[in-house]
């Protein structure tokens, strides 16, 4: 049994989540048991109107964050979705989806949260998109009674246990947004310096150890 954990939280529709996305990749290869938790960033009075700011705010921020990352934002996510006079982010459908395949693993979560990425910050996907994130649970092999649960009260209830639990663990070492990531041991918790390896995720360490924290 490991002597620690790392603990990846984020959101799917979160682009500096997107643009540390590698890194987290590299970090579930590593020799850590890891967990991850979707944090359901956007809802409520922090789901925001593209129309009303937001995009703005996001077509300011994206080429810091391709620039630091290397990460690509498309044209049609900028077109689609930054300005976009309807759309709203809010990453419920995301969370669901998530807690839906969370017991199977980070790597399974991971596969279905590049699948997303993909489709939103590729191809335009809006995040209110049902029937895209049930297609994308099935194309991830879920079955298709299993996926069609997005959307619903019982789901959400999951999404919403997942997500309180990485807002207590963000507390615990004054995180207020995501991505975060922390090193769990039984004594103590600390939050790694994930940011030191955007853009060379390559060079994120086997040895959970040598991560620096901050």
């Not at 991850?36 to 809802?43: A, E, G, I, N, Y």
């Not at 049930?134 to 959400?156: C, K, M, S």
Request: glycine fraction near 8%; include cysteine.
């Amino acid at each position: 049994m490991p002597d620690e954990k790392l603990i990846v939280i984020y959101d799917t529709f979160c682009g500096w989540c997107y643009g540390a996305s590698p890194v987290f990749d590299a970090l579930i290869e590593t020799d850590a048991e890891v967990e991850v938790l979707h944090r359901h960033l956007f809802q409520g009075a922090s789901a925001p109107k593209m129309s009303e700011g937001k995009g703005a705010q996001i077509l300011q921020t994206i080429p810091h964050v391709q620039a630091l990352t290397g990460q690509v934002f498309s044209e049609a996510f900028k077109s689609k979705i930054a300005l976009s006079e309807t759309e709203i982010l809010e990453s419920g459908l995301s969370a669901q989806a998530a807690a839906l395949i969370h017991d199977q693993g980070p790597q399974k979560e991971f596969a279905l949260r590049r699948r997303l990425e993909n489709l939103h910050f590729g191809e335009g996907m809006s995040s209110s998109n049902r029937q895209a994130i049930v297609d994308a649970l099935i194309a991830e092999g879920v079955p298709a009674d299993q996926a069609e649960r997005v959307g619903t009260p019982e789901l959400a209830a999951e999404a919403a246990k997942i997500s309180a639990q990485a807002q207590a663990w963000m507390s615990a070492v004054g995180s207020r947004g995501v991505p975060t990531v922390l090193r769990v041991t039984d004594d103590d918790v600390t939050q790694v310096g994930h940011q030191s390896f955007y853009g060379r995720a390559k060079a994120v360490p086997s040895n959970p150890k040598e991560l620096e924290t901050v």
